[in-house]
């Protein structure tokens, strides 16, 4: 330590004395964060810190997790610094999720209404579109995850993922919410080795949606902006069931809801996202 006020170590002792009791108490720690700063302690101030983001998640204040979170990520060899930053990250995902579920009414299944040519739609689709967006970043937030738990996929990978996620804009018009879809676009080197994983996770078959054309495939009872948002693509059908292809295959309430809406028994596949992109944009808009 460098040569110090008396007045500052004599401050520094009493705090630490604090914490011996009540190892969690805010103001000691937030106190000892400057005042080891001060007095050159840099260790000490990294360990108050790491403790400091467990007392400001009690308290649900984000913004400071947020700036000790970006400090701490400057230590990636420190295991208990490793540890806070995930906790952090985790809580500041879910707190995304509670917010935008706040701010947006939750709103009751509103029936389909029929159009001239016989085609169905949704009274409000603006409303639906934001109810389809918070269903899809859910679950693709579980889905991530759990790529990160097992492995499947870095640190660095899910990170940025996760961040993607926790980001996303919920607007009126129908944008995709998928974390193979922006696995893809960003490290598209990864894919093929995540859907490996993900087909022996799910025991679901792949398929090239590129061999199926789609012609006179019928669709009712379901929003193309939900297809949109969900990135679920049907690509045939056999007599009266539907063949489907996703890029989420442990989304078992995405596949629940599918079979619903069409009203029939649907086979799911999993599909490479960038050919459920291309299909959406050309097929289904």
Request: aromatic share 8%; with cysteine; hydrophobic share 45%.
């Amino acid at each position: 330590m460098k040569e110090n006020d008396p007045k500052i170590v004599e401050a520094i002792e009493f705090f630490e004395a604090i914490l011996e009791s009540m190892p969690d108490d805010r103001t000691s720690l937030e106190f000892l964060a400057v005042a080891y700063d001060q007095v050159g302690a840099m260790d000490k101030r990294r360990r108050c810190l790491i403790a400091l983001i467990g007392a400001l998640l009690n308290d649900r204040d984000f913004e400071k997790v947020k700036t000790i979170a970006r400090y701490l990520k400057a230590f990636p060899d420190d295991s208990g610094a490793c540890a806070a930053v995930a906790r952090a990250e985790q809580a500041l995902a879910q707190e995304s999720f509670d917010k935008l579920q706040r701010v947006q009414p939750q709103y009751e299944e509103m029936p389909f209404e029929a159009e001239d040519d016989g085609s169905l739609s949704i009274p409000d689709p603006v409303i639906k579109v934001h109810a389809y967006s918070r269903a899809a970043l859910a679950a693709e937030m579980d889905l991530v995850w759990m790529l990160k738990d097992k492995g499947i996929v870095s640190k660095e990978v899910s990170e940025e993922l996760i961040h993607e996620l926790s980001e996303f804009p919920v607007v009126d018009k129908p944008q995709l919410i998928s974390a193979m879809a922006f696995l893809d676009d960003k490290y598209p080197e990864c894919t093929e080795s995540v859907m490996c994983e993900l087909q022996r996770l799910s025991n679901m078959p792949a398929i090239p949606l590129e061999l199926f054309d789609y012609e006179g495939l019928v669709l009712t009872g379901i929003a193309t902006a939900y297809l949109h948002v969900r990135g679920v693509v049907p690509f045939a059908r056999l007599a009266e069931d539907f063949l489907i292809g996703v890029m989420n295959p442990l989304d078992t309430e995405l596949q629940a809801d599918v079979a619903s809406r069409l009203g029939a028994t649907c086979h799911f596949f999993l599909a490479h996202p960038r050919a459920c992109q291309q299909i959406l944009a050309s097929k289904f808009t």
